[in-house]
């Protein structure tokens, strides 16, 4: 997509996947609250509708077609939604689970090699609510849900059809594009938030900004391009996350052993309040600092499990690349397998790494591991001191939150995770 500011003059259209083909679901179930206040293929709609697919088609309540467009009335009030139920959330990684969404708009339900595959679509500034709900709760401050929704609406008309090409949507509804998992009623402050930032984005150089945000960077952002490689993006390069002339960030090792007064640390966010702010899929812990311990028998069930390999005992475990904030890039395995011989792999990102070295997904790559050995060299226990949850580019959420929750306003927070950025309205 041409992500020059000129291209866009009026809100989009925007296509969202709630139920996508790799999700290899055959059969679920929609409910309407209010089916009278909408239409399924231009025919009266039932209360519930038992969705299932057929051969190359769709079937539904005895009704056999190629495709079902569920489309709401004019009169269609805010109470109004299609609920699907059994949605997946946080594909591939450690909170993922199946939800009930309540989503506006036209729903469109597809057979798509004989899975199913349902795209929500509507104006783009009726999704973002949705968005900023999901990713956050919406008792959060003013400032922080105005910088979410900058933010979210950025980079969504930035990767417009970049993160599913072979499908025909603009994003998803889970972590890989933004969360989209829909409330019961928008709360007020999430519509003033919408409303004060209407057509509102981050522009660099006259171009729409992709702006990546993650829930914690643990003290210091990382930049883009240690964790999707290719060129810098100026904007998107790490910072210390701290007050001007406060960074305590020059040995990373001790940073993350530590627990310095970064945004999104203890001291601007209370870890009694974390769970208040989170969003409704998330599960409440410790994010800024943690550890995980494993014997030497876990973890290599683990990496056999996750790498596919023969290893009977891990020998070490070695960062060989660490990015800005500590994250490690590249990370070195070194085991014993079946045969009795030394062998090795390497691992290239920080998402293959937090894959491989935890059963679900690692919270971050930014650890230290210490490893405790036998009298026979070979470690017996593995534990990894860890900083932060995500890839910890751009927006670091609960940073965010700990600058709004200290009377920092939306533009404080996005100036200071996207450097030399401006905010414009472009429609």
């Not at 989209?180 to 209407?198: E, N, R």
Request: charged share 20%.
């Amino acid at each position: 997509m041409n992500k020059n500011v000129n291209h866009i003059t009026e809100e989009p259209i925007i296509r969202i996947g709630i139920i996508l083909p790799e999700d290899k679901n055959t059969e679920i179930i929609i409910d309407f609250p209010n089916p009278s206040n909408y239409t399924i293929n231009s025919e009266p709609l039932s209360k519930k509708l038992f969705v299932k697919c057929q051969s190359e088609s769709i079937l539904i309540n005895n009704k056999l077609a190629d495709k079902f467009v569920i489309e709401p009335n004019n009169s269609l009030n805010k109470n109004d939604f299609t609920i699907i139920n059994s949605v997946p959330t946080g594909r591939r990684f450690h909170w993922q689970s199946e939800i009930q969404v309540r989503i506006p708009g036209k729903v469109i339900i597809q057979n798509h090699n004989g899975y199913l595959f349902i795209i929500n679509e509507l104006p783009l500034e009726q999704y973002l609510p949705y968005v900023s709900t999901s990713e956050m709760n919406p008792d959060c401050p003013s400032a922080l849900l105005e910088a979410q929704t900058i933010a979210a609406r950025s980079w969504l008309l930035a990767n417009r059809k970049v993160n599913h090409p072979k499908l025909d949507i603009d994003v998803c509804n889970d972590d890989c594009c933004q969360r989209y998992q829909g409330v019961t009623d928008i709360p007020d402050k999430s519509l003033q938030a919408i409303q004060k930032t209407f057509g509102q984005v981050l522009l660099y150089n006259n171009e729409i900004c992709d702006a990546r945000y993650s829930k914690c960077c643990g003290g210091i952002t990382e930049s883009f391009e240690n964790v999707w490689g290719g060129k810098p993006i100026p904007y998107l390069s790490g910072i210390p996350d701290f007050p001007p002339n406060n960074n305590q960030t020059d040995d990373l090792l001790n940073f993350i052993k530590s627990s310095p007064p970064a945004f999104c640390s203890e001291r601007y966010v209370k870890p009694s309040d974390i769970k208040k702010y989170l969003g409704k899929v998330d599960k409440s812990s410790s994010y800024y600092r943690w550890n995980i311990a494993y014997s030497q028998k876990e973890i290599t069930s683990i990496i056999n499990q996750k790498l596919d390999l023969d290893a009977t005992n891990i020998i070490n475990i070695s960062p060989l690349k660490r990015g800005y904030s500590g994250r490690i890039t590249k990370l070195k395995i070194d085991y014993i397998n079946k045969s009795d011989k030394n062998k090795s792999i390497i691992l290239n990102s920080e998402y293959d790494i937090r894959n491989a070295l935890h059963k679900q997904f690692l919270y971050s790559s930014a650890i230290i591991i210490e490893q405790k050995t036998q009298r026979n060299y070979l470690p017996e226990k593995f534990k990894f001191i860890g900083a932060g949850w995500g890839h910890g580019v751009g927006l670091c959420q609960i940073g965010a939150l700990g600058m709004a929750l200290n009377e920092y306003s939306a533009g404080d927070i996005l100036k200071h995770y996207f450097k030399n950025i401006k905010i414009e309205k472009i429609y």
